[in-house]
């Protein structure tokens, strides 16, 4: 009996590796192996992890590699194989899809890697794994032999990708996870040089009966939220439209998140998204920058008008949220247009802004002519930009501390509406408080939701004291304690409501707690809370 663990190496227990089980899925029924699973997360000290593996006594470790579990990864591995020195240790993931030898002579402990789409080449590789002369027949395998010399067997591809057996159909299929992953296409249409996606043609797609019945399954088991695998939603309208009206039938249990390309969007597609029901859709938008000429650089289709058209339209659609994101890095995109693009995203009303930095991952053609375009990076995972012809180091780190900053405040709910406010009042504003958060030191820790909103209601008493009043707001519709700094001016004693006033929101009714936050005109906001709960976020609100 054949026996593999497979090592479950993950960045949170929120997230879960499709390896498994799209693997185990095409040999479930093999009764020649016998199947183990270690789980674990790149925060946990290696020795449990190790001792686990070991007392499983495996034949074969087995793990899928990608950049931010890879350094983990081989502390593990190269002590299992100490310990376990007959043991075969196979690799797979995005992380091989470059060249592989010299990762292969470096870290002798790993006995082989594939790259590519594993799920049939896996099989035949678990079918003939102790007869190395058969590997050359293996495609996608890299490895050393006895004597030294590199094999390299290509790239695997899978032909006819819905007739794989669907992960949902192993019994290593996660399903105690906030979300589930459901690949719907494989490869992609679009050709952007900084993806691992960029070179896959051709399009390879389930069908729509075989879509529903796994989202029925997905349903079934209880999970509420979907993230579709699928490189560029949109790229076929037809198909995509026949899709919404699908997902349509799971409102309001279950909720889809999707990358979609805003160049790409048509009239069609744009009276389809208009009357979905509010929430059933969670768009990721890829912009990746609003220039023309960085974008012509990386290769990605579709005119930059059509992709700002697009953006704008689905950004102002009350019924789903849009996220854009941007990446900082790219040839030819300067840290003055980062900004600019920052400000253009919160104008369009964007739900989220992603700001990344570039990483040269491997197979990517952006890294094949990483020295033609100018772009200097890290050898070792994550692969991260350093600097480039148009952006230094200094710089680089700003655009990470603005990251941060968006994920603080814009990418807050809490804040984030009075955080547009002051962007878009002052286009200053975000560079000037970027640089106080790096002043005082604070840029870099994790910070409480108070203590984001103390800091932005200090900065504003100084410097832009007309939006004390919105800070103040914030503050207390999101539940934040009423004897802190921002509520300076409120009062909860002895209040009596006006005659008249103008509800926002909620019903009022005599039992409850009331406060009013007073502005310069000595009328202002009334709040009221449920008496019962303590310190809990107002259910009413009226303006004086």
């Known amino acids: 009996m054949i026996k593999i663990v497979w090592l479950d190496l993950n960045s949170s227990y929120a997230h879960s590796s499709l390896a498994l089980p799209?693997?185990?899925?095409?040999i479930k029924d093999n009764t020649n192996f016998k199947w183990a699973v270690v789980s674990a997360t790149i925060n946990e000290q290696v020795g449990p992890i190790i001792k686990k593996v070991y007392l499983e006594r495996p034949t074969i470790i087995a793990a899928s590699t990608w950049l931010?579990?890879?350094?983990?990864?081989?502390?593990?591995c190269a002590r299992l194989k100490a310990l376990l020195p007959h043991t075969c240790i196979v690799l797979g993931g995005p992380e091989f899809l470059g060249d592989n030898e010299a990762f292969l002579r470096k870290n002798p402990f790993v006995t082989c890697v594939f790259r590519g789409e594993g799920e049939e080449v896996f099989a035949q590789w678990l079918n003939c794994y102790g007869n190395t002369e058969q590997w050359t027949e293996i495609a996608g395998l890299c490895y050393l032999n006895k004597l030294?010399?590199?094999?390299?067997n290509g790239k695997a591809f899978v032909q006819h990708f819905d007739q794989l057996a669907a992960p949902e159909e192993s019994c290593y299929f996660n399903w105690g996870k906030p979300f589930v992953q459901l690949e719907t296409t494989?490869?992609?249409?679009?050709t952007c040089a900084f993806c691992v996606s960029g070179g896959e043609k051709p399009v390879r797609a389930l069908s729509l009966e075989q879509i529903k019945q796994r989202l029925d399954l997905i349903h079934k088991h209880g999970i509420k939220d979907v993230r579709l695998l699928d490189r560029t939603f949109n790229y076929h309208t037809r198909r995509a439209k026949a899709l919404l009206e699908m997902f349509r039938q799971y409102a309001p249990h279950m909720r889809f998140h999707l990358e979609i390309h805003p160049a790409l969007l048509t009239e069609e597609l744009k009276e389809a998204l208009t009357t979905l029901p509010a929430g059933l859709l969670h768009l990721e938008a890829g912009i990746q920058s609003l220039r023309e000429e960085v974008l012509a650089t990386c290769k990605r289709k579709g005119t930059l008008n059509n992709a700002l058209q697009g953006l704008k339209y689905l950004c102002s659609l009350p019924n789903m949220v849009t996220h854009a994101d941007l990446i900082a890095g790219l040839p030819l995109y300067t840290l003055p247009q980062l900004f600019e693009d920052v400000h253009t995203l919160a104008q369009y009303n964007a739900g989220e802004i992603q700001l990344e930095l570039l990483k040269l991952l491997p197979g990517t053609e952006m890294r094949q002519r990483a020295e033609e375009l100018g772009i200097c990076y890290s050898p070792l995972p994550p692969y991260e930009v350093l600097q480039t012809r148009e952006i230094?180091?200094?710089?680089?780190q700003t655009a990470r501390q603005l990251s941060r900053l968006l994920d603080n405040y814009y990418n807050t709910e809490a804040w984030q509406q009075?955080?547009?406010q002051l962007m878009l009042h002052d286009n200053q504003f975000l560079a000037d408080f970027l640089q106080h958060y790096i002043r005082i030191n604070i840029i870099d820790q994790p910070l409480s939701l108070e203590k984001r909103g103390l800091i932005l209601y200090e900065y504003c008493r100084e410097h832009y004291p007309s939006f004390l009043i919105e800070v103040s707001m914030a503050w207390i519709e999101n539940g934040l304690s009423l004897k802190k700094q921002p509520t300076e001016s409120v009062r909860t004693k002895h209040l009596t409501p006006p005659e008249e006033w103008q509800v926002m929101y909620g019903s009022y009714h005599k039992d409850m707690r009331l406060c009013f936050l007073p502005t310069s005109s000595g009328k202002g906001y009334w709040y009221g809370f449920d008496r019962e709960v303590q310190q809990s976020k107002p259910i009413f609100k009226a303006i004086e």
Do not use: P, T, W
């Not at 799209?22 to 095409?26: D, R, T, Y």
């Not at 931010?68 to 593990?76: A, C, V």
């Open 392 to 396: 230094s180091i200094e710089q680089l």
């Open 418 to 420: 009075v955080f547009k």
């Open 68 to 76: 931010f579990n890879h350094e983990q990864l081989m502390h593990i």
């Open 148 to 152: 030294g010399y590199y094999h390299d």
């Open 22 to 26: 799209a693997l185990h899925a095409q």
């Open 186 to 190: 494989r490869g992609c249409f679009n």
